[in-house]
Structures are given as C-alpha cells and as structure tokens.
C-alpha cells in the first residue's frame, strides 16, 4: 500500500511564502500524474494543481500564477511552491495520485498551512 506523506506547512502571514513537500512510498510518482488538494474548514476538498508523468501542469484559477508544482522523480517527491499566499489559501493540504473524479490512494494526514497576520 503506497502512503503519502505531506510537509512544509505552517503559519505565514499574507503575501508569504511556503513551498510544501509530497513523499510516497515506493517509486509510483515516476509513472503517474499527482495533484495537490485543499481543504479549508467547512468545505470540500477542492483540486489545486496538479503534474503530468511528462511535466505539463495544470491549475486552480484562483492560485495560476501564484502556485507553482514540480516534481523530482528520483526523490520520488511532488513539490508545491506557494507564493503570495492570502488568508482564503488556509486549508490543510494533501497530495493524491488523481483517477477521473478519485484518486488512488488513502488519503495522508495533510499539511496545515494557515495564512494570517
């Protein structure tokens, strides 16, 4: 069973930064696309962005030009730079390997990323 592990969360304040950090187990990110998710309190889980096998990426509106995800296959690690981050970007934060409207795994425990002054 793969088991992602997400990190690099905390508190910032408006405008800051945070980049956050994706870990699987076993070497499946090499050969899938992988998303970043959010959940804010009181709403659903919502699709971020997300990374191609080949590199092509795809975004939110609300976080295009802000949000920037890479990966480095032979970490076997998923990377989501978050910059100029405003208080609706507070969520907890989780990465997937995405399958039509599922995903394929378990969900992690997620990163908390709270942005406030």
């Not at 499946?28 to 889980?45: E, L, N």
């Amino acid at each position: 069973q793969v088991q992602l592990v997400e990190s690099g969360g905390g508190l910032v304040q408006p405008g800051g930064s945070l980049r956050l950090s994706c870990a699987a187990s076993g070497s499946i990110f090499s050969t899938a696309a992988v998303a970043w998710y959010r959940q804010a309190p009181g709403k659903r889980r919502e699709l971020v962005a997300a990374i191609t096998r080949g590199g092509d990426t795809n975004y939110a509106g609300s976080v295009k030009g802000r949000f920037t995800i890479s990966r480095d296959n032979a970490k076997n690690t998923v990377y989501l730079q978050m910059n100029s981050l405003k208080r609706e970007d507070t969520a907890v934060y989780y990465c997937n390997v995405p399958s039509g409207d599922f995903v394929l795994f378990a969900w992690g425990q997620g990163t908390q990323v709270t942005v406030s002054s």
